[in-house]
């Protein structure tokens, strides 16, 4: 199964320096900062996922797009490869899509995507009114776009979108697109749906596509769900969670090869306070306090993993910032988030990984603090998930 990352312009400053928390100077974001794979030796992902509405308003990136390509943008090495699809949920509330048949497949082509999926339309039970039309207009526009690209030369291979509001649905979207002659259709409209519909839904429409299509699944490339997606022989599949995790979580931001660890939040400490809504926004202890409580649960947790300070008197160093803190709308109870710092510090996870992230920077990666070690621990997430990929492969290719 092929794992393809949404791109959201995930990049990191290569210069970044942690321990005084200062950005490269005279740094330009998009020539300067680096994407994962330009990060990583290994390939963590086979291709980017790009959605035409992240293209839909004129500015600075869909400008150098225009000049260099898609590619080009994402400074994608050749054995990556591109898929596109319109972002459905940027227009989710509109009754018709934003975007023409013609105009996608222009797109597609002038970019220079791999792959690009037919124009389509998610149905979600706060549109049940729609349901029928948006299923039948998705249907519709997929038929328009196969034979628009037969009749051109394009480079892209075309995908048919499906969707669906159940099981019957969704196989008989399946089943229309493989009677006009698609060789590979994408599932959308799962991404938010619980893993019991998700199996429920793959599982019939695999019955109707194995030997005939290939499948790609929009949103679902969750760890949990992998052993399901390869065992049904799932082409391809994306997913931002692994990435997204790693600051988005409230536990879950660590990847390891059987679980997840929370990481340690120590948010910076801005004299201003920046956001009123941040954790140090909303704080009612003095800049001053705060600053020292800050660079003490800083200095504790380095002590801690060069293994000068022992486990309680970090905790403590912890608990005594977070409980300076705004209190979070997520996580009321600070015994939960001790148990939760306590099981990654006995871990010691970051000793452990040989990812490049990890062997870089180590304990730094565990800190919950700002865009460069949040996104790295993303970036970290990608290198596990591709790893828990390959011994789903293993085991299912297994005899017996």
């Not at 549109?127 to 948006?134: G, L």
Request: proline residues 4%.
């Amino acid at each position: 199964m092929k794992f393809f990352l949404p791109d959201w312009d995930d990049r990191v400053d290569p210069g970044y320096d942690f321990l005084t928390d200062k950005m490269t100077l005279k740094r330009d974001p998009y020539r300067d900062d680096r994407y994962a794979h330009e990060l990583f030796d290994d390939p963590l992902y086979d291709g980017v996922l790009v959605s035409r509405m992240a293209l839909y308003r004129k500015g600075r990136k869909r400008d150098r797009v225009e000049q260099v390509g898609m590619k080009g943008y994402l400074r994608l090495p050749e054995q990556l490869e591109l898929f596109g699809d319109c972002g459905a949920f940027g227009y989710i509330e509109r009754r018709d899509p934003v975007f023409a048949t013609e105009d996608v497949i222009d797109h597609y082509e002038r970019l220079g995507f791999d792959y690009g999926v037919s124009v389509d339309h998610i149905i979600l039970p706060e549109f049940e009114d729609q349901r029928t039309y948006r299923f039948d207009l998705t249907l519709r526009n997929a038929e328009t776009f196969l034979a628009m690209h037969r009749e051109g030369e394009f480079s892209f291979a075309p995908v048919g979108a499906a969707q669906g509001w159940d099981e019957c649905t969704y196989v008989e979207a399946a089943n229309a697109l493989v009677e006009m002659g698609y060789t590979y259709i994408a599932i959308g409209g799962l991404a938010r749906s619980n893993t019991r519909d998700i199996t429920s839904v793959l599982t019939a429409v695999s019955r109707v596509t194995a030997g005939r299509a290939q499948v790609h699944v929009f949103g679902v490339a969750r760890a949990k769900l992998l052993p399901l997606l390869i065992e049904l022989g799932v082409t391809s599949a994306d997913s931002a969670a692994p990435l997204r995790q790693a600051w988005l979580s409230a536990k879950d931001n660590y990847y390891t090869a059987d679980g997840a660890y929370a990481a340690i939040r120590i948010p910076v400490a801005r004299e201003g306070r920046g956001f009123s809504a941040s954790l140090v926004g909303r704080s009612e202890a003095s800049f001053q306090d705060l600053k020292q409580a800050e660079q003490d649960a800083l200095a504790a947790v380095r002590a801690y993993a060069k293994r000068t300070l022992g486990i309680k008197e970090t905790l403590k160093c912890i608990n005594a910032y977070d409980a300076m803190l705004g209190a979070r709308p997520y996580e009321s109870d600070a015994d939960r988030r001790g148990q939760l710092y306590r099981d990654l510090l006995r871990a010691r996870p970051w000793d452990k990984c040989p990812c490049p992230v990890c062997r870089e920077l180590g304990v730094e990666v565990a800190i919950f603090r700002g865009n460069n070690r949040n996104r790295r621990r993303g970036f970290h997430n990608l290198w596990v998930l591709r790893r828990r990929i390959e011994r789903q492969r293993e085991l299912a290719a297994a005899p017996g």
